[in-house]
Structure formats: structure tokens, C-alpha cells
């Protein structure tokens, strides 16, 4: 009969390194995904809010820009594009404001190739807030 001596102490490190590093990669960047979903979900709503808190489309555009951007900013989500449209007018009873806000994030530890990212996903949320039939027009 024939004995084997091995480590087991080796066996688990080469193990924990191949399964594990992995595992603990895809967590981080699932967690940086969903950060970054709940940032452009929240910065269309208030975006939207702030628009329709405004005296003028120019000065709601410019109250969403700020709100979604403070709230990106609490999210630590960068390089995010929003967008406002008032269907079919703004500030008319019964119109609605469409905010929507477009991010792309790189994957953690991604390198840059020729200032592009490699892996990068992209998040968008649409948000519509109604201005109110009843509502009289500013």
C-alpha cells in the first residue's frame, strides 16, 4: 500500500484563490451595478420633482440638472446625462415632464484601453411626473 503525503494547507490557498478571488470580484461588481441603477432611479424622480416646482421650462431644466446632480453625486455616479421633455407642453394642466437620466459605469478594476473602458455597463431611468389637470398654469 502506498502512501500519499500532501499539504492540505496548499491545497486550500490554491482553492481559496481560484474560487474565491472571483466570487468576491463578481460581488463588488454586482453591488457597483446596483449602486449605480439606484442613483439614475433617483435622480430622474427628482429631477422631475424639481422641474415641476419651477416658474419656467428654462428654470426647470436647470432645477432638474441641479437635483439629478446632487443626487448622482450621493451615489457616486459619474459622467451622467439627463434629459428633460414636456409632453405635450410644459406647464399646462394635465401635461407631464419625461426626465431621463443615462449613466455608463466602469467595471471595478477595468483597465483603460486608449482612454476607453473595456467593461463599462450602462443604467437609465425614465421618470414622468404628471403636472396636475386641476393645477392652474404659472
Known sequence: MRRERGSATVEF???TLLLLVPLV???VAVF???R???GVAAASEAAARAFMQADTPEQGRARAALAARLVLADHDVVGAVVSTECRPTCFAPGSTVVVRVRSSQRLPLAPDLFGDPLAAFDVAS????PFGRYRAAP
Open 32 to 34: 457597483q451595478t446596483q
Open 126 to 129: 425614465t421618470h414622468t411626473e
Open 36 to 38: 449605480a441603477a439606484y
Open 13 to 15: 490557498t490554491w482553492l
Open 25 to 27: 470580484y463578481i460581488v
